[in-house]
């Protein structure tokens, strides 16, 4: 009996990720003015951003090019949390001009780590300049667990 509880728990715990995941998302070479002068910019070039709130895995960041014309995209250089997102998916993407979106699924080897992110045309996340961004992830996943007994 109690080997079973624990594999329900163990199952559960396993998919509260995927089952209480939200999307977080990233505009990607944005205007910088009225006139729509491009810039290389990630915005907001910080997750979270906003007090209290947390990225967790399981959640999903989602990077949208929104300057056609901007020649982009959005490299992980953390090798707990490697993507590369740009046209093509998160996969192996280079810079790519074109309105794009992509997505990733932060994974559980991200807990606890600040994430950071680089456009490999503007910007050196690991010189801290240009065009980068970071994902702070919480070491913590909220977990619903319920014991009982099965006869």
Not at 61 to 85: K, M, Y
Not at 102 to 119: D, E, L, M
Request: proline share 5%; glycine share 10%; net charge negative.
């Amino acid at each position: 009996m109690k080997l079973l509880r624990y594999i329900v728990a163990a199952s559960i715990a396993a998919n509260a990720a995927s089952v209480y995941s939200r999307e977080f998302v990233v505009l990607v070479g944005t205007t910088s003015d009225s006139e729509g002068t491009p810039a290389n910019t990630f915005v907001p070039n910080h997750l979270p951003n906003v007090a209290g709130d947390a990225v967790q895995p399981g959640d999903i960041i989602t990077f949208q090019n929104v300057f056609a014309a901007g020649f982009h995209n959005a490299r992980s250089i953390d090798a707990e949390f490697p993507f590369s997102c740009g046209s093509g998916g998160c996969a192996s993407s280079a810079p790519a001009s074109g309105l794009w979106t992509s997505s990733v699924t932060v994974p559980v080897s991200a807990a606890g780590r600040t994430i950071r992110y680089q456009c490999d045309a503007h910007g050196n996340a690991s010189a801290g300049t240009g065009m980068i961004g970071s994902i702070d992830v919480s070491t913590t996943t909220p977990v619903l667990l319920q014991s009982f007994e099965v006869e």
